[in-house]
């Protein structure tokens, strides 16, 4: 008898071409088939009404099925009124869910965040299937208390309290736990640390924000440092680089003086920054604290790029908002700086951060915001690279920590392995 393909929703709150689906969740979903699971994808699309037709919704579907071998399903994204709009979205989500476990015989529901995990366990509650699937929460960060941190949310206010009685209902409702640190696990799963299951048998898996190494290691980096180190005239000039956003979560003044003492500590250093946004911003903060035009440059580049110009960096930068929320944050320019081959500078209490770049000596940590520690970590570095082989221990740390398919993929397999091999939900009950 043919033993029938285990089949998982994934549900994610965030649009089908979003950056973070197609660096993120879509890796992750062909590591998951790896498994031999089938995947269907359920997405919410921003500005949904105007910028997809049934004719574009069918083309995507199409592509995705032959493509990917992801059947997708999409619904409207709502943004204003905040509560409202989201509220709406849940439900929305939600009925879809539970229409497709109704036509389809899913095992698994995999919930991206909170959101989607409260359309999921909603759905189920309200399915007549007689075998539920069971119900893997992919939490990801501390979601209520990464609004308050930020300020959207008025510190134990309603909806903080509102969402962190909703946050315990969920993590009852859930049968598999994934979460980006080990920090984060010892404190929602201590007991899992010896385990790998909570307290009730429940499997739980911590893995980081893993990169295709591929991108980088199909790039000569030896020729890619000769090639931008020409073109930008930087032959004997060291690189302090920067990749991604800034403000918001990233200390933007910091990292500024942090250049800033690099070229004090150094006249030839020059400051790289690939940045999507606000490049003129950056460019003006930087002129202020007298960088000339030939001392920095501040650029976008397609992701494919990033691998080349970090290459010719010989440092990259780090700084974070430390507070409660962040000891759940594995941020992704961690593993691509590594995968580049360059050690970092970041600052404490960001995750597992402090612990991957002292415990493998790949970098330094930061714990005071002053040109006095940014000169010890430049020194530090130097240091660590006297035999000149920080490069490639760099980029072998990234092979055993942050791979996608032998680290992130693996484990997501296993945690797919160990969900499906236990009782059905219904036999518990």
């Known amino acids: 008898m043919t033993q029938r393909t285990p089949h998982t929703l994934y549900l994610c709150y965030f649009g089908l071409h979003e950056p973070l689906v197609q660096t993120q969740v879509l890796p992750y979903l062909r590591e998951i088939q790896k498994g031999g699971v089938k995947v269907s994808l359920m997405t919410f699309e921003p500005n949904f009404k105007a910028s997809w037709t049934k004719e574009r919704i069918a083309s995507e579907k199409k592509r995705l099925a032959h493509e990917e071998g992801i059947e997708w399903h999409c619904l409207g994204y709502h943004k204003r009124p905040s509560v409202p709009a989201t509220a709406y979205d849940i439900l929305t989500g939600a009925w879809l869910t539970r229409q497709l476990l109704r036509r389809g015989n899913f095992d698994v529901v995999h919930a991206r965040v909170h959101v989607p995990m409260l359309m999921a366990v909603l759905a189920r509650k309200f399915s007549r299937r007689r075998n539920k699937p069971k119900v893997i929460f992919d939490i990801r960060g501390f979601f209520p208390e990464e609004y308050t941190d930020a300020g959207v949310w008025k510190e134990n206010g309603w909806l903080y309290r509102a969402t962190k009685r909703v946050e315990k209902t969920l993590l009852r409702e859930a049968d598999a736990f994934v979460v980006l640190t080990e920090k984060a696990r010892s404190i929602l799963f201590p007991e899992s640390r010896q385990t790998g299951f909570d307290q009730l048998g429940r499997p739980v898996e911590v893995i980081p924000c893993c ?23 930087l032959q004997d000039r060291p690189v302090a680089a920067y990749v991604g956003s800034f403000d918001g979560w990233y200390l933007t003044g910091e ?18 920054i690939l940045t999507q946004r606000d490049k003129e911003k950056v460019v003006a903060r930087l002129r202020q604290r007298g960088f ?11 992701p494919a790029e990033i691998p080349k110009y970090l290459s010719a960096s010989d440092v990259a930068l780090s700084f974070i908002k430390a507070c409660y929320s962040k000891q759940s944050s594995s941020p992704t320019k961690i593993a691509e700086y590594l995968a580049g081959g360059v050690p970092i500078v970041a600052n404490d209490g960001v995750g597992d951060v402090t612990e991957l770049i002292e415990g493998e000596n790949v970098g330094a940590v930061v714990r005071g915001f002053d040109a006095k520690n940014y000169r010890e970590a430049l020194e530090k570095i130097e240091a660590l690279n006297d035999d000149g082989r920080l490069r490639e221990k760099c980029r072998e740390r990234a092979r055993k920590i942050f791979h996608l ?24 009950k």
């Open 405 to 428: 398919e032998t680290v992130g993929g693996e484990k997501y397999r296993a945690l797919y392995r160990r969900l499906l091999a236990t009782t059905p939900r219904d036999a518990k």
């Open 211 to 233: 990169v295709d190494l591929q991108r980088f290691d199909a790039a000569d980096a030896a020729a890619a440092r000769r090639e931008i180190r020409e073109k930008y005239n």
């Open 292 to 302: 000339a035009d030939t001392d920095f440059l501040v650029e976008s580049v397609a």
């Open 255 to 272: 990292m500024l003086d942090f250049f800033q003492a690099a070229r004090e500590r150094d006249p030839r250093a020059f400051t790289l």
